[in-house]
């Protein structure tokens, strides 16, 4: 009797373990197999500025993809850091350690108080070999081989809203970032970008023309807050 009940006993605790590795090796799984989803397909970012209001609020939540590479009018994109922080090894390692296990959310190295390391959205306005001049904050858009200046609300393929500037007559045009400039020709691989808002936005107005090595991703979705949500 005994016997017996050391051989249940030992036969329960071998399933019991093989139940446990089953389940802990699943978990495991299904984590890399998400944090690989986050860094390649699909990564949530926060839109912390005002910088894309009216149509993408402070604090929204966006879902970019860096595998949509072919960029439209009207698009928008997250842009690299235009600076980054030089790690150690160690730091690189504890970074990587760090966004895996949060699920690509929380960073040790990248703050927000160091101007220019962080993401940025975008809208793209302008494609390659485009001509584009700007007046009062509305960019004036003639395609490659085009005929005519269209204005960027005409020519996009998505349509979107822009908050805009009405200055005072006696508003220093050469403060804040510009409102109108001169034609500019737009070479190959070039991207011209802008903030929704306006008057409020560090964009190609004052850094000039993005490349597409230095757009990690185009957003495909705005999933919070939900009375926002949208599929771009």
């Known amino acids: 009797m005994n016997n017996k009940l050391l051989h249940y006993s030992y036969s329960h605790k071998v399933q019991t373990h093989k139940h446990v590795f089953f389940i802990f090796f699943n978990l495991i799984f299904l984590f890399v197999i998400l944090n690989l989803l986050l860094a390649y397909v699909f990564f949530p970012v926060r839109q912390t500025s005002v910088s894309m209001i009216p149509d993408i609020e402070e604090n929204s939540m966006i879902m970019v993809s860096p595998l949509a590479k072919k960029l439209n009018r009207g698009d928008v994109v997250l842009l690299k850091p235009k600076?980054?922080?030089?790690?150690?090894?160690?730091?690189?390692?504890?970074e990587v350690f760090v966004?895996?296990?949060?699920?690509?959310?929380?960073?040790?190295?990248?703050?927000?108080?160091?101007?220019?390391?962080?993401?940025?959205?975008?809208?793209?306005?302008?494609?390659?070999?485009?001509?584009?001049?700007?007046?009062?904050?509305?960019?004036?858009?003639?395609?490659?081989?085009?005929?005519?200046?269209?204005?960027?609300?005409?020519?996009?393929?998505?349509p979107y809203n822009v908050t805009f500037f009405t200055a005072p007559s006696e508003w220093d045009p050469y403060l804040g970032?510009?409102?109108?400039?001169?034609?500019?020709?737009?070479?190959?691989?070039?991207?011209?970008?802008?903030?929704?808002?306006?008057?409020?936005?560090?964009?190609?107005?004052?850094?000039?023309?993005?490349?597409?090595?230095?757009?990690?991703?185009?957003?495909?979705?705005?999933?919070?807050?939900?009375?926002?949500?949208?599929?771009?």
């Open 99 to 158: 966004r895996f296990f949060t699920g690509q959310q929380v960073s040790l190295f990248q703050k927000s108080s160091f101007p220019g390391t962080n993401s940025q959205l975008r809208r793209v306005v302008a494609l390659p070999g485009d001509r584009i001049y700007m007046r009062d904050y509305v960019l004036y858009v003639k395609p490659a081989n085009g005929k005519y200046y269209l204005t960027e609300f005409e020519i996009a393929d998505h």
């Open 177 to 232: 970032v510009k409102g109108s400039f001169d034609e500019i020709i737009l070479s190959d691989n070039e991207y011209f970008v802008l903030g929704d808002n306006r008057k409020s936005s560090d964009d190609s107005r004052l850094y000039g023309p993005v490349k597409l090595e230095n757009i990690q991703g185009k957003a495909v979705m705005c999933y919070f807050p939900f009375k926002k949500f949208k599929l771009f």
């Open 83 to 94: 600076k980054t922080v030089n790690l150690s090894k160690i730091q690189c390692i504890s």
